[in-house]
């Protein structure tokens, strides 16, 4: 059953009198626990307006079911099907 909380989980990232001293990313992602929690808030959309919106096709939907599944090796994966840079 979907996450029905119009609440996203906050990103963690570094304090800001840690992160003004480094060139480290500022995000620091989620745990596991905390991303299979954002997936569980996919609707999965019959018409997936989250696909066709998206520049580069990412099979969001079918990436946030790996999630959901703790397969984050297979989520990679998708995400890297129609995405070279997915961090871009
Ligand atoms: S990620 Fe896509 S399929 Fe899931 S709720 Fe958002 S728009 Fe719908």
């Not at 929690?37 to 096709?57: D, F, I, M, Q, T």
Request: glycine residues 6%; contains cysteine; charged residues 25%.
């Amino acid at each position: 059953m979907a996450n029905m909380t119009p609440n996203k989980c906050p990103m963690p990232v570094q304090d800001p009198d840690v992160r003004n001293k480094n060139f480290e990313e500022v995000a620091l992602g989620y745990t596991m626990e905390m991303a299979m929690g954002e997936a569980e808030r996919c609707l999965n959309c019959k018409n997936s307006p989250c696909v066709s919106g998206c520049p580069v096709g990412v099979r969001i939907p079918e990436f946030i079911s790996l999630i959901k599944a703790g397969d984050i090796e297979g989520a990679y994966a998708k995400i890297k099907e129609t995405n070279a840079l997915p961090a871009v």
